[in-house]
């Protein structure tokens, strides 16, 4: 199973990106899907998660600037990211659930500039 996302690069202040991520080599829907992300120093934290049956869990004052989706019936989510902070900088790592499994793509830089 891999995790592929694409997305981010440098953001200004108060613009907008999306990240996508696509799980392959699996033959069943994922549980959950979503992204954590991390700056140097510090855990991971999560972003934004949602399930197959469609609740969405979102990190600390991420809700209402970060919007996560997924492709019907497919291994694909999205997570829109609007009104950005330069603390937001981070490696964005889109992650999947499945049976007590978690599956991790490689993680995307978002850098935004003030």
């Known amino acids: 199973v891999q995790l592929q996302a694409s997305g981010g690069g440098l953001v200004q202040a108060g613009g907008s990106t999306r990240l996508s991520c696509t799980a392959t080599?699996?033959?069943?829907?994922?549980?959950?899907m979503g992204w954590y992300r991390q700056v140097p120093g510090k855990q991971r934290a999560l972003v934004a998660e949602l399930t197959s049956v469609g609740r969405a869990n979102y990190g600390d004052s991420m809700k209402d600037r970060f919007t996560i989706s997924r492709d019907s019936g497919k291994n694909t989510a999205y997570l829109q990211m609007n009104s950005l902070k330069p603390e937001d900088t981070a490696v964005y790592y889109c992650?999947?659930?499945?049976?007590?499994?978690?599956?991790w793509g490689q993680g995307t830089q978002v850098t935004v500039s003030s």
């Open positions: 992650y999947g659930w499945q049976l007590s499994t978690e599956y």
């Open positions: 080599g699996i033959q069943f829907r994922l549980t959950v």
